[in-house]
């Protein structure tokens, strides 16, 4: 019995001992669905307590579901470019389609490098120990150094990947080139799962990526060739435009792969590649000690192709009504693409034969390989439709100089589209510039519009013994600040240093020389003050040996010994003027963008024909830009805007698709507003064509007074003391309406040239009213001689609500700070106008 009963204690406590196991495992797991359960019923009792409707809750449930898709696409995206890369040949064999080909399949005289993807793979894992090392004692001292609380910044991880980086196809260029150069065009992609943690161990902080995908065309140029060895003087490497780029984040900044986020933190990035490796910046290698590294680095333009976007015909009628029933006809509109450059023209509302008579300017660094790209769009409130587009070899126009011609546009059943391509050889000397001046009615005009007679290339190399800035003994951090009139261009920051490198450079389109100055700003971007400044008169250049300037500049208002090291360059832009018998036929090359459905380029002779409304087959000549009657809506002139990278429809194929682009709406592009023409008769921002269009409604046949927009009173004054131009808005009256309830207005003020967000100063928003009171005052920290080099620009707008369409310009003016009687001061009421321009000062 004894045994018997020992032997069930013994049986009873092992089954006890699982039993006491068992329970420690539920609890734990108790504990953890708890936890899940309160953490998901806690926003809906966080809801109800405050009230709030229960929306939120489906609105979160939805942005999440949306984010796993996206990050889903990514990953899935990502499979299917390795598996490309792995094993391209099984690939191809397996029916990938026409657009995931390497570009080696699509283009004869691109070849394949298989010799140097394998030389490539070999070298990799050394590739990634040089990556390596450089993130950890360049970028990482870089970062730490830039502000303080980044001091404890630090790559706990860098990890390249396995997957090397493939070239899919070379193109090697034999014609229309130096012969003291080769040039190669790389094909190239990257589809790596590499891991690149960092950590701000001050603010516990983490991030990283985790995968990586880029796609591009790469050009190397060998220059120049020389006789002894290593042969080659230097190495230049740069794309040609924004490579694709997709991203995959880790830790915080997980928060960038939220739809809407992902776009935007994609672009920045591609805008700080673009500031080192998109055409024209470039990285240059020199391999001999005599070469010229700073001519290598920022060559002067080929040419510059001066676009005139005259009218269509023939359009696709997109917009219909009644769910398709009636059709109706198009808001037509352009994006002119050349290399980097991008341009878009006005909106005309309700045509099919749109005639927009504008004029742009384009600087061609590198035209073999490089075409001007234009598609039309018709525009509508959600997805722009496809109208047509168009591809023209710049080679081609650089032998005619100058075509005047119908295009028809490809890809659509019907179009036909009026260009004028003038090729503008940069003269190194000023024997045809009156000639130039005359045929732009530069001698007419005011100095700082209309088309350019001239480029000025500015390369800023270094500045020595800068002042301290506001505290002494402290380092600046100095920026570099350049104007011809209104059109301002600003370098990098270089960090606690009174002797910065920039090595950057700058262009400026100059519509007279003989009248325009370069004004140039040295600032401490930490305590936004001057630093020295300079100003080189233009008309020196043209007295100048080879119309360049290579010296350091002494800076005013600086340190005695405070230098500026630059090279200017001046070149006028003329138009050669072949003769040519009259039965000439020219070879301009028309280059068919069907890549997009058939995955090739095909390259065609373009047919000069008349205008589709003329049945004569012969030549009808066009009438010039500047002689024809504009439509108000033309705008003013800027600097062309940077090209965004177009959305990839689908990451995972080769570059070769990415390179040559399939057809993709401007939505992708990261602007919406037009480029404004150069050669507009009446030059105003889109704004102001809304804020006329709304005047002559107001007007309806009776008479405005003197001031249909308004007043503003403005107190304008310069403090000697506290160095700084002191603006107090007091108030507006009379204003226009927005609406039924009168209008939301608040004012808006920069100092030009800089439009800077920083420089922005806004005042608070008043409610439904036309005579608002602010009494605001606001400064900018500048000195007195440079206030009277600025323009205030103050402009009265109509905030509305959030997502409402009620906002826009009420007026503007702009106030020339040049008065004597500036360091005093004055209080005045001043007119409100379209444009600001021609202010009616009332006392």
Request: net charge neutral; with cysteine.
């Amino acid at each position: 019995m004894s045994g018997a009963g020992s032997r069930g204690a013994e049986a009873g406590a092992a089954q006890a001992e699982p039993a006491g196991a068992a329970l420690s495992v539920d609890v734990a797991g108790l504990l953890a669905q708890l936890a899940r359960s309160f953490a998901l019923l806690l926003p809906v009792y966080a809801l109800g307590y405050l009230g709030l409707s229960f929306s939120w809750v489906l609105l979160a449930l939805g942005l999440l579901v949306w984010c796993r898709r996206s990050r889903g696409l990514k990953a899935t995206r990502l499979c299917r470019a390795l598996a490309l890369l792995e094993d391209e040949e099984r690939a191809v064999r397996l029916g990938v389609r026409a657009c995931d080909l390497p570009a080696w399949v699509h283009f004869p005289d691109t070849e394949r490098a298989e010799w140097l993807n394998k030389t490539v793979k070999h070298m990799w894992p050394f590739i990634c120990q040089f990556i390596e090392k450089l993130f950890r004692e360049t970028i990482e001292p870089a970062v730490r150094g830039a502000n303080t609380h980044l001091s404890t910044f630090s790559f706990t991880k860098v990890d390249v990947g396995q997957q090397p980086l493939r070239i899919n196809g070379v193109k090697v260029y034999t014609e229309n080139v130096d012969k003291r150069q080769i040039i190669l065009d790389l094909q190239i992609s990257f589809v790596g799962n590499c891991e690149i943690d960092l950590e701000i161990k001050r603010y516990f902080c983490r991030a990283g990526v985790q995968s990586i995908q880029i796609h591009g065309t790469m050009r190397v140029i060998l220059e120049p060739l020389i006789g002894d060895m290593p042969l080659v003087g230097a190495l230049s490497i740069f794309f040609l435009r924004k490579p694709l780029i997709e991203i995959n984040w880790t830790g915080l900044t997980n928060l960038l792969d939220i739809p809407g986020l992902n776009g935007l933190s994609d672009t920045i990035i591609l805008d700080i590649i673009s500031n080192y490796l998109v055409l024209p910046n470039r990285i240059t290698v020199p391999l001999v000690s005599e070469v010229q590294i700073a001519q290598l680095r920022f060559p002067i333009p080929k040419g510059v192709l001066r676009i005139h976007f005259i009218e269509a015909q023939d359009l696709q009628g997109k917009d219909t009504y009644l769910k398709g029933l009636v059709k109706g006809k198009s808001d037509p509109y352009g994006v002119i693409r050349v290399g980097n450059q991008i341009f878009q023209s006005k909106v005309i509302k309700e045509s099919l034969s749109p005639k927009w008579n504008e004029v742009y300017e384009a600087l061609v660094y590198e035209h073999p390989g490089q075409e001007l790209e234009i598609e039309l769009f018709d525009e509508d409130p959600d997805k722009d439709d496809f109208l047509g587009s168009l591809m023209i070899d710049l080679i081609e126009v650089e032998k005619e100089r100058l075509l005047d011609e119908w295009f028809t546009l490809d890809e659509v059943p019907r179009g036909k589209l009026h260009l004028k391509l003038e090729w503008l050889t940069l003269m190194p000397n000023a024997s045809n510039l009156d000639k130039v001046l005359t045929d732009i009615r530069a001698d007419r005009g005011e100095a700082n519009d209309g088309l350019s007679s001239s480029l000025l290339i500015l390369y800023l190399d270094s500045a020595r013994n800068l002042p301290s800035g506001k505290k002494i003994n402290s380092n600046p951090n100095p920026l570099v600040q350049m104007s011809v009139g209104h059109k301002a261009q600003e370098s990098k920051i270089r960090y606690k240093t009174n002797e910065p490198v920039w090595e950057e450079n700058f262009t400026f389109f100059i519509h007279n020389p003989k009248r325009q100055d370069l004004e140039v700003e040295v600032k401490d971007e930490q305590h936004q003050c001057s630093l020295g400044h300079l100003k080189i008169p233009l008309s020196q250049l043209l007295t100048s040996d080879d119309m360049t300037m290579n010296q350091r500049f002494q800076l005013s208002n600086s340190g005695p010994n405070s230098t500026l090291k630059m090279k200017i360059a001046l070149r006028v832009l003329h138009l050669e003027k072949q003769e040519r018998s009259p039965d000439h036929q020219h070879s301009a090359q028309v280059k068919r963008p069907s890549v997009a459905k058939e995955g090739r380029k095909i390259s065609v002779r373009s047919q000069k024909s008349a205008s589709p409304g003329s049945g004569d087959s012969s030549t009808a000549p066009c009438t010039p830009v500047m002689g024809s009657s504009s439509k108000p809506g033309m705008e003013e002139r800027t600097q062309p805007v940077e090209a965004s990278p177009q959305g990839p429809r689908d990451l995972g194929r080769s570059s070769s698709s990415l390179q040559t682009g399939a057809t993709c709406s401007p939505s992708h592009v990261s602007i919406k507003e037009p480029t404004p023409s150069i050669a507009s008769d009446i030059s105003l921002p889109i704004a102001t064509q809304e804020l006329r269009q709304r005047l002559r409604q107001l007007e309806n046949g009776t008479t405005l007074g003197q001031s249909p927009l308004g007043q503003i009173q403005l107190t304008i004054r310069h403090s000697s003391q506290r160095n700084k131009l002191v603006v107090v808005v007091h108030s507006c009256r009379n204003l226009i309406a927005f609406s039924e309830d009168g209008s939301d207005p608040y004012v808006r003020m920069y100092l030009l040239p800089d439009k800077r967000r920083s420089g922005r100063r806004k005042t608070h928003v008043s409610k439904k009213t036309l005579n608002p009171v602010f009494d605001q005052s606001f400064d900018f920290s500048v000195s007195l001689p440079e206030v009277r080099r600025r323009t205030l620009d103050v402009a009265v707008k109509n905030s509305g609500g959030f997502l409402s369409k009620d906002k826009g310009l009420l007026g503007k003016v702009l106030v020339g700070l040049a008065s004597e009687e500036l360091a005093r001061g004055w209080t005045q009421w001043y007119d409100l106008t379209e444009d600001g321009t021609r202010p009616h000062v009332v006392t």
